[in-house]
Structures are given as C-alpha cells and as structure tokens.
C-alpha cells in the first residue's frame, strides 16, 4: 500500500497485505486520508470472533492511508459484492449502508462521511471519478444482470481544456491479468490522433491535465499528455515484502 503524492512526487509506502484485495470495490476519501478497502484473508482468532472458519473470509475495513489498520470492519462473507464508497454527508439523510462493525468503532467516520454500494455497473469507481460511457460501447442491457457479459469502453476528458480524451476498452475477463480479473486497454485522442497506451495497466488525469498512468512493469509515471514522454517515473518493481505494523497515528482515529 502505498500514497502518491502527485506535488513532490514521492511515495510513501505503508502496509503489506498477505491477501487479495479488490481495488475497484473500494474508496479513497475525498480528503485523501481514509481508504475503504474490500479484502480478501484468512480470518485470525480474534480479529472478529474467537473462532475463525478454516477458509478465507471477505470483510470490508476502513484504514489511515497508506496503512491497512481497521478502524472498524465489517464481515461481507462473500466475494460478489460490487463494493462501497464514501458519500457527502447531507444531514440525517446520509446514508451508511454499512451498519455497525463487527469490530472497531464506526463513529467518526460516520461523522465525517456517509458510505453507500457501489452502483451494479461495470467500472463504477472509474465513473465516479468522471468517466463515462461512449456512443460505441455496447448497451447496459447485454451485459446481464451483473454487467459482466459485455465489454464496456469508456473515455475521460482532460482537465483545464486541454483537448485530450483517455480511453478505456475493456478487454473482457481473464484469470491471469487485469484488476480483478478484467482486462483493460487504454488509448488517448489527442489533436495529434489517437494513440495506443501499450502496457498501462490504470490510467487518469492529474487535476493539472497530466497523463498519470501505472505500469505492467511496476511503475507509477506521470506523463506529457502530448508527447506521452514520462515526466516523472517512480519504480516499485524492486520492492520485497517488508511487513510492519502500522504507526500509532494509523492505529486510532
């Protein structure tokens, strides 16, 4: 785990997690600070009962970025869920889907941020971050009940006018790559043309119009949105496992 920070550029790597964790279920804070996380783990005697199955369990958390902490949890028991992100608080009104944890105190948060279900659509964290669907894409209706039997493309603006659109196909599903076994190809049209983003797993625009993209190779860069030179390049892929527990100002609200 770790947070970008897009102004200095540096990373600040957090927790390791010995799991599965499904990024596309889950929820960065508008502020930056809390990260709702939709995971994957064979349970620990008591984390949430005394108890734990002999196989691995699916709870949601919420954690100080870039720490995986549980400030609270909750026990989703399954892996079908379509995930949860945070909301603005609008009163009494707010809604909190969540209901109270299995573990920790859910309070400040619910002081803070309501928490709502992700809407049943494919790449429905991408559209919450202004994505949306192109005239091409095929209708909502053939992709069943789950929207999962069709390959929706999508395309983004550039901030700040400057002309450029980002690009997602969705390739379909494979066992072996994507996020969370979908596949993604991105591509960006420009003045210039369009042109293919070949081994950029994630992509989206910095608020400045920057071309931000993540790697096959294990890099986060960010990009010239004309040239699509990098600007700036920070390498993961030489990072081993180094687990420890999170800090004091991670552990409590």
Known sequence: MGRWDLVSGEVETGAWFHGTMYPSRGDLSPDGTLLLSYLLKRRRAGFLDASPPPWPDTYVTVSMLPWLHALAAWREGTTWGRGYC??????RKTPFVLGEPAAG?????R??????????IQYAAERRRG???RAESPPRRAGGP?????????WKPQPRRGGGRLILRDGGKSARRGIEGRVRAYGLEARRGPSELPGVVCADWSPSGDLLVATDRGTLEVRDPKSLEARRVVDLSGQAPAPQAAPDWARHW
Do not use: N
């Open 111 to 120: 002081r803070r941020y309501g928490v709502q279900a992700h809407t049943v």
């Open 146 to 154: 789950w929207d999962e039997q069709r390959s929706a493309v999508l």
């Open 86 to 91: 945070f909301a603005a608080r609008r009163g």
């Open 131 to 133: 994505w949306e669907e």
């Open 105 to 109: 105190d859910a309070t400040p948060l």
